[in-house]
Protein backbone atom coordinates (compact mmCIF):
# COMPACT_ATOMS: atom_id res chain seq x y z
CA UNK A 1 0.00 0.00 0.00
CA UNK A 2 1.55 3.26 -1.11
CA UNK A 3 1.16 6.61 0.29
CA UNK A 4 1.56 10.12 -1.00
CA UNK A 5 -0.19 13.18 -2.80
CA UNK A 6 -0.38 13.01 -6.43
CA UNK A 7 -1.86 15.72 -8.05
CA UNK A 8 -5.69 15.88 -8.42
CA UNK A 9 -6.83 12.92 -6.44
CA UNK A 10 -7.23 13.25 -2.42
CA UNK A 11 -3.86 12.20 -0.51
CA UNK A 12 -3.68 8.43 0.98
CA UNK A 13 -3.10 8.89 4.89
CA UNK A 14 -1.61 5.57 5.85
CA UNK A 15 -1.95 5.68 9.46
CA UNK A 16 -2.11 2.08 10.33
CA UNK A 17 1.02 2.43 12.12
CA UNK A 18 4.13 4.89 12.76
CA UNK A 19 6.28 1.40 11.93
CA UNK A 20 5.68 2.53 8.45
CA UNK A 21 7.80 5.53 7.85
CA UNK A 22 10.60 4.92 5.46
CA UNK A 23 14.26 6.69 5.69
CA UNK A 24 14.32 10.00 4.89
CA UNK A 25 17.36 11.18 2.43
CA UNK A 26 19.33 12.16 5.14
CA UNK A 27 19.33 9.23 6.99
CA UNK A 28 20.23 6.99 3.99
CA UNK A 29 22.91 9.36 3.53
CA UNK A 30 24.46 8.55 7.07
CA UNK A 31 23.70 4.84 6.44
CA UNK A 32 25.34 4.74 3.39
CA UNK A 33 28.63 6.35 5.02
CA UNK A 34 29.09 4.67 8.18
CA UNK A 35 32.08 2.99 9.79
CA UNK A 36 31.55 -0.81 10.29
CA UNK A 37 32.86 -3.89 11.86
CA UNK A 38 31.41 -7.33 12.77
CA UNK A 39 29.08 -6.44 15.33
CA UNK A 40 29.23 -10.00 16.85
CA UNK A 41 32.72 -9.40 17.97
CA UNK A 42 31.93 -5.76 19.34
CA UNK A 43 33.61 -4.40 16.77
CA UNK A 44 31.24 -2.44 14.68
CA UNK A 45 31.89 1.75 15.79
CA UNK A 46 28.63 2.86 14.75
CA UNK A 47 26.83 0.05 16.85
CA UNK A 48 28.85 1.26 19.69
CA UNK A 49 28.14 4.08 19.28
CA UNK A 50 24.17 4.27 18.98
CA UNK A 51 24.53 2.56 22.66
CA UNK A 52 26.44 4.48 23.93
CA UNK A 53 24.42 7.13 22.96
CA UNK A 54 21.07 5.47 24.54
CA UNK A 55 22.35 4.43 27.49
CA UNK A 56 23.65 7.76 27.70
CA UNK A 57 20.29 9.52 27.46
CA UNK A 58 18.20 6.73 29.86
CA UNK A 59 20.88 7.39 32.34
CA UNK A 60 21.74 3.97 32.35
CA UNK A 61 25.11 2.09 32.46
CA UNK A 62 25.15 0.03 29.17
CA UNK A 63 23.17 -0.72 26.09
CA UNK A 64 22.81 -3.76 23.44
CA UNK A 65 21.41 -2.73 20.00
CA UNK A 66 18.56 -5.12 18.81
CA UNK A 67 16.86 -6.34 15.45
CA UNK A 68 13.14 -5.79 17.15
CA UNK A 69 11.20 -4.34 19.77
CA UNK A 70 9.75 -7.77 20.86
CA UNK A 71 13.84 -9.20 20.92
CA UNK A 72 14.20 -6.53 23.16
CA UNK A 73 11.34 -6.65 25.52
CA UNK A 74 11.72 -10.73 25.78
CA UNK A 75 15.46 -10.34 26.49
CA UNK A 76 14.92 -7.79 29.03
CA UNK A 77 12.39 -9.72 30.78
CA UNK A 78 14.60 -13.36 30.55
CA UNK A 79 17.19 -10.88 32.20
CA UNK A 80 14.46 -10.91 35.27
CA UNK A 81 12.72 -14.38 35.34
CA UNK A 82 13.23 -17.85 34.36
CA UNK A 83 10.76 -20.35 33.75
CA UNK A 84 7.76 -21.18 36.17
CA UNK A 85 8.18 -17.48 37.51
CA UNK A 86 5.72 -14.43 36.39
CA UNK A 87 5.44 -11.15 35.32
CA UNK A 88 2.90 -8.72 35.84
CA UNK A 89 1.40 -6.08 33.79
CA UNK A 90 -1.90 -4.45 32.51
CA UNK A 91 -4.09 -6.45 30.03
CA UNK A 92 -3.16 -4.59 27.23
CA UNK A 93 0.55 -4.53 27.33
CA UNK A 94 2.14 -5.16 24.16
CA UNK A 95 4.22 -7.94 25.82
CA UNK A 96 0.97 -9.39 26.00
CA UNK A 97 -0.86 -9.25 23.06
CA UNK A 98 1.46 -8.28 20.54
CA UNK A 99 4.33 -10.57 21.10
CA UNK A 100 3.22 -13.67 20.55
CA UNK A 101 3.30 -15.49 23.82
CA UNK A 102 7.06 -15.31 23.86
CA UNK A 103 7.26 -15.14 27.43
CA UNK A 104 5.72 -18.33 27.53
CA UNK A 105 7.15 -19.97 24.36
CA UNK A 106 11.27 -18.91 24.90
CA UNK A 107 11.25 -18.42 28.87
CA UNK A 108 8.49 -20.71 30.41
CA UNK A 109 7.65 -17.20 31.63
CA UNK A 110 4.01 -17.14 33.22
CA UNK A 111 1.71 -13.86 33.14
CA UNK A 112 -1.06 -12.31 35.04
CA UNK A 113 -2.67 -8.66 34.89
CA UNK A 114 -5.31 -6.35 35.18
CA UNK A 115 -7.83 -4.38 33.55
CA UNK A 116 -6.66 -1.04 32.87
CA UNK A 117 -8.02 2.20 31.40
CA UNK A 118 -6.22 3.12 28.51
CA UNK A 119 -3.07 1.20 29.65
CA UNK A 120 -2.77 3.73 32.92
CA UNK A 121 -0.47 2.41 35.50
CA UNK A 122 -2.27 1.43 38.40
CA UNK A 123 0.35 1.36 41.35
CA UNK A 124 -2.13 -0.07 43.85
CA UNK A 125 -3.61 -2.64 41.85
CA UNK A 126 -0.33 -3.94 40.56
CA UNK A 127 1.05 -4.35 44.46
CA UNK A 128 -1.82 -5.76 45.20
CA UNK A 129 -0.99 -8.50 42.39
CA UNK A 130 2.26 -8.96 43.14
CA UNK A 131 3.87 -12.02 45.14
CA UNK A 132 7.22 -10.78 46.00
CA UNK A 133 8.21 -13.59 47.57
CA UNK A 134 5.61 -17.21 46.69
CA UNK A 135 7.83 -19.93 48.13
CA UNK A 136 6.57 -22.76 47.67
CA UNK A 137 3.11 -22.27 47.45
CA UNK A 138 2.82 -19.49 44.58
CA UNK A 139 3.74 -18.39 41.68
CA UNK A 140 6.76 -15.57 42.71
CA UNK A 141 6.53 -12.27 40.41
CA UNK A 142 9.79 -11.47 38.93
CA UNK A 143 8.75 -8.06 37.37
CA UNK A 144 6.39 -5.75 36.93
CA UNK A 145 6.22 -4.22 33.05
CA UNK A 146 5.06 -0.69 31.99
CA UNK A 147 4.45 0.37 28.99
CA UNK A 148 4.89 4.01 28.35
CA UNK A 149 3.75 5.71 25.80
CA UNK A 150 0.88 2.77 26.00
CA UNK A 151 0.17 1.14 22.59
CA UNK A 152 -3.08 -0.03 22.71
CA UNK A 153 -3.80 2.08 25.38
CA UNK A 154 -3.88 5.06 22.87
CA UNK A 155 -0.59 6.84 23.22
CA UNK A 156 -1.06 7.04 27.13
CA UNK A 157 1.97 9.12 28.82
CA UNK A 158 2.36 7.35 31.84
CA UNK A 159 3.10 9.75 35.14
CA UNK A 160 6.04 9.95 36.04
CA UNK A 161 5.05 10.50 39.80
CA UNK A 162 3.49 7.21 39.55
CA UNK A 163 6.27 5.04 38.04
CA UNK A 164 8.81 6.27 40.43
CA UNK A 165 6.46 5.18 42.92
CA UNK A 166 6.04 1.67 41.49
CA UNK A 167 9.35 1.66 41.42
CA UNK A 168 10.51 2.70 44.86
CA UNK A 169 7.50 -0.12 45.93
CA UNK A 170 8.90 -3.01 44.14
CA UNK A 171 12.24 -2.00 44.75
CA UNK A 172 12.02 -2.32 48.36
CA UNK A 173 10.68 -6.01 48.19
CA UNK A 174 13.25 -7.15 45.39
CA UNK A 175 10.94 -7.24 42.13
CA UNK A 176 12.01 -6.04 39.36
CA UNK A 177 10.73 -3.05 36.69
CA UNK A 178 10.75 -3.20 33.33
CA UNK A 179 10.15 -0.76 30.97
CA UNK A 180 8.67 -1.08 27.53
CA UNK A 181 9.93 2.26 26.16
CA UNK A 182 8.85 1.71 22.61
CA UNK A 183 7.51 4.90 22.12
CA UNK A 184 9.27 6.49 25.38
CA UNK A 185 10.38 8.83 22.66
CA UNK A 186 6.76 10.11 22.82
CA UNK A 187 5.94 10.62 26.11
CA UNK A 188 9.10 12.96 27.05
CA UNK A 189 8.26 15.32 23.68
CA UNK A 190 4.83 15.31 24.73
CA UNK A 191 5.67 15.98 28.68
CA UNK A 192 9.21 17.33 28.25
CA UNK A 193 10.25 14.87 31.24
CA UNK A 194 13.92 14.00 30.76
CA UNK A 195 14.29 10.11 29.01
CA UNK A 196 16.92 9.66 32.16
CA UNK A 197 13.97 10.69 34.42
CA UNK A 198 11.94 7.89 32.68
CA UNK A 199 15.07 5.40 33.11
CA UNK A 200 15.12 5.94 36.14
CA UNK A 201 12.18 4.18 36.99
CA UNK A 202 13.24 0.97 35.54
CA UNK A 203 15.81 -1.97 36.04
CA UNK A 204 15.51 -2.95 32.02
CA UNK A 205 13.93 -0.33 29.13
CA UNK A 206 13.69 -0.99 25.79
CA UNK A 207 13.39 1.58 22.89
CA UNK A 208 12.34 1.42 19.41
CA UNK A 209 14.15 3.35 16.35
CA UNK A 210 11.81 2.12 14.06
CA UNK A 211 8.38 3.83 15.17
CA UNK A 212 8.18 7.92 15.02
CA UNK A 213 11.72 7.91 14.85
CA UNK A 214 11.67 6.36 11.76
CA UNK A 215 14.36 4.30 11.27
CA UNK A 216 14.12 0.98 8.83
CA UNK A 217 15.01 -1.44 12.09
CA UNK A 218 15.91 -1.28 15.17
CA UNK A 219 15.69 -1.40 18.89
CA UNK A 220 17.72 -0.86 22.18
CA UNK A 221 17.91 -2.75 25.43
CA UNK A 222 19.72 -0.29 28.23
CA UNK A 223 20.16 -1.82 31.28
CA UNK A 224 23.32 -1.90 33.62
CA UNK A 225 26.48 -3.54 32.90
CA UNK A 226 26.00 -6.81 34.11
CA UNK A 227 22.88 -7.75 32.89
CA UNK A 228 23.93 -5.98 29.16
CA UNK A 229 26.99 -8.57 29.14
CA UNK A 230 23.93 -11.30 30.05
CA UNK A 231 21.59 -10.07 27.15
CA UNK A 232 24.31 -10.05 24.51
CA UNK A 233 24.58 -14.19 25.22
CA UNK A 234 21.22 -14.24 25.54
CA UNK A 235 20.51 -12.27 21.88
CA UNK A 236 23.13 -14.50 19.69
CA UNK A 237 21.37 -17.85 21.31
CA UNK A 238 17.95 -16.18 19.95
CA UNK A 239 20.17 -16.10 16.43
CA UNK A 240 19.90 -12.02 16.87
CA UNK A 241 23.83 -11.27 16.76
CA UNK A 242 24.29 -9.57 13.64
CA UNK A 243 27.13 -8.32 11.62
CA UNK A 244 27.89 -4.71 9.70
CA UNK A 245 25.49 -3.60 11.01
CA UNK A 246 26.38 -0.25 11.93
CA UNK A 247 24.70 0.47 8.29
CA UNK A 248 21.12 0.04 10.11
CA UNK A 249 22.41 1.55 13.76
CA UNK A 250 23.51 4.66 11.82
CA UNK A 251 19.80 5.14 11.02
CA UNK A 252 19.19 5.08 14.63
CA UNK A 253 22.07 7.76 15.48
CA UNK A 254 20.54 9.98 12.45
CA UNK A 255 17.09 9.79 13.63
CA UNK A 256 17.77 10.62 17.11
CA UNK A 257 19.82 13.92 16.62
CA UNK A 258 17.43 14.72 13.75
CA UNK A 259 13.88 13.39 13.89
CA UNK A 260 13.46 13.40 17.68
CA UNK A 261 11.72 16.80 18.38
CA UNK A 262 9.80 16.01 15.40
CA UNK A 263 7.79 14.49 17.08
CA UNK A 264 6.33 17.28 18.31
CA UNK A 265 4.69 17.68 15.01
CA UNK A 266 2.63 14.29 14.73
CA UNK A 267 1.16 15.16 18.15
CA UNK A 268 0.26 18.46 17.35
CA UNK A 269 -2.05 16.87 13.94
CA UNK A 270 -2.95 14.18 16.17
CA UNK A 271 -4.56 16.42 18.75
CA UNK A 272 -5.97 18.39 16.01
CA UNK A 273 -7.70 15.34 14.71
CA UNK A 274 -9.17 14.05 18.11
CA UNK A 275 -10.45 17.68 18.82
CA UNK A 276 -12.63 18.09 15.61
CA UNK A 277 -13.73 14.21 15.93
CA UNK A 278 -14.31 14.78 19.86
CA UNK A 279 -16.49 17.79 19.38
CA UNK A 280 -18.94 16.13 16.61
CA UNK A 281 -18.77 13.04 18.40
CA UNK A 282 -18.08 12.71 22.23
CA UNK A 283 -19.00 9.23 22.73
CA UNK A 284 -16.20 8.55 20.16
CA UNK A 285 -13.11 9.97 21.40
CA UNK A 286 -12.27 12.90 24.90
CA UNK A 287 -9.52 14.87 23.18
CA UNK A 288 -8.18 15.97 26.71
CA UNK A 289 -7.27 12.25 26.62
CA UNK A 290 -5.43 12.08 23.41
CA UNK A 291 -1.65 12.79 24.73
CA UNK A 292 0.34 12.05 22.05
CA UNK A 293 0.30 10.67 18.02
CA UNK A 294 -2.10 7.48 18.59
CA UNK A 295 -5.75 8.08 18.40
CA UNK A 296 -8.25 5.29 19.14
CA UNK A 297 -11.45 6.22 18.42
CA UNK A 298 -14.64 4.08 20.08
CA UNK A 299 -16.40 3.76 17.03
CA UNK A 300 -18.40 1.13 18.12
CA UNK A 301 -20.44 4.08 20.65
CA UNK A 302 -21.05 5.71 16.85
CA UNK A 303 -22.48 2.31 15.65
CA UNK A 304 -19.97 1.00 13.90
CA UNK A 305 -17.67 -2.30 14.12
CA UNK A 306 -14.43 -1.33 13.99
CA UNK A 307 -13.53 -3.67 11.23
CA UNK A 308 -16.36 -2.44 9.18
CA UNK A 309 -15.01 1.69 9.99
CA UNK A 310 -11.71 0.51 8.78
CA UNK A 311 -13.11 -0.73 5.85
CA UNK A 312 -14.86 1.76 4.87
CA UNK A 313 -12.41 4.70 5.53
CA UNK A 314 -9.87 2.54 3.95
CA UNK A 315 -11.66 2.62 0.75
CA UNK A 316 -11.59 6.51 0.76
CA UNK A 317 -7.68 6.31 1.30
CA UNK A 318 -7.46 6.67 5.41
CA UNK A 319 -5.87 3.83 6.34
CA UNK A 320 -5.88 2.47 9.93
CA UNK A 321 -6.22 -0.88 12.03
CA UNK A 322 -8.41 -2.25 14.50
CA UNK A 323 -7.36 -2.70 17.72
CA UNK A 324 -11.09 -4.98 18.93
CA UNK A 325 -14.41 -5.10 18.30
CA UNK A 326 -15.37 -1.74 18.62
CA UNK A 327 -12.21 0.09 18.96
CA UNK A 328 -9.75 1.33 15.26
CA UNK A 329 -6.74 2.90 15.51
CA UNK A 330 -5.09 6.02 13.70
CA UNK A 331 -1.16 6.84 14.51
CA UNK A 332 -0.05 9.54 13.40
CA UNK A 333 4.11 9.92 12.18
CA UNK A 334 6.71 11.28 9.77
CA UNK A 335 5.35 10.33 6.05
CA UNK A 336 1.82 12.09 7.33
CA UNK A 337 1.45 16.09 6.47
CA UNK A 338 -1.07 18.35 6.82
CA UNK A 339 -2.54 17.71 3.64
CA UNK A 340 -3.17 14.17 4.54
CA UNK A 341 -4.03 15.13 8.29
CA UNK A 342 -6.96 17.30 6.89
CA UNK A 343 -7.82 14.24 4.66
CA UNK A 344 -8.03 11.61 7.49
CA UNK A 345 -10.08 14.37 9.84
CA UNK A 346 -13.09 15.05 6.71
CA UNK A 347 -13.14 11.23 5.93
CA UNK A 348 -13.21 10.02 9.93
CA UNK A 349 -15.93 11.96 10.29
CA UNK A 350 -17.73 11.96 7.52
CA UNK A 351 -17.65 7.93 7.85
CA UNK A 352 -19.32 8.79 11.34
CA UNK A 353 -22.16 11.16 10.42
CA UNK A 354 -23.33 8.63 7.85
CA UNK A 355 -23.72 6.10 10.37
CA UNK A 356 -25.16 8.31 12.65
CA UNK A 357 -27.59 9.66 10.29
CA UNK A 358 -28.83 6.09 9.21
CA UNK A 359 -29.28 5.58 13.29
CA UNK A 360 -31.43 8.32 13.48
CA UNK A 361 -33.61 7.45 9.93
C1 LIG B 1 6.09 -1.80 18.31
C2 LIG B 1 6.17 -2.10 19.75
C3 LIG B 1 7.12 -3.00 20.26
C4 LIG B 1 8.10 -3.76 19.40
O1 LIG B 1 7.62 -4.26 18.23
P1 LIG B 1 8.52 -4.93 17.09
O2 LIG B 1 7.59 -4.95 15.96
O3 LIG B 1 8.90 -6.26 17.60
O4 LIG B 1 9.72 -4.05 16.88
C5 LIG B 1 7.16 -3.17 21.62
N1 LIG B 1 6.32 -2.52 22.44
C6 LIG B 1 5.41 -1.65 21.99
C7 LIG B 1 4.54 -0.92 22.95
C8 LIG B 1 5.29 -1.41 20.63
O5 LIG B 1 4.36 -0.56 20.18
Known amino acids: MSSGTT ?14 TRPTRGMREAMVSADV ?5 GEDPTVAALEARVAELLGHEAALFMPTGSMANQIGLRLHAG ?7 DHLAHVLRAELGAAAAYSGITTRSWVADRGRIDVDTALQVMVPDGG ?34 TASVGVGVHLDGARLWNAHVATGVPLADYGSCADTVSVCLSKGLGAPVGSVLVADTDRIARARVLRKRMGGGMRQVG ?5 GRYALEHQLDRLAEDHARTAAVAAAVGEAFPGVVD ?29 RGVHGYPTDARHARFVWHLDIDDA ?16 AAGRAS
Open 7 to 20: PGTAPVADLRSDTL
Open 37 to 41: GDDVY
Open 83 to 89: PGQEIIT
Open 136 to 169: AYQVGTACVVVENTHNFGGGTVQPLDEMQRLRQE
Open 247 to 251: LLAAA
Open 287 to 315: AARVETNILVLDVGAAGWPAAEFVAAVGD
Open 340 to 355: MTRHAQETLLAALDER
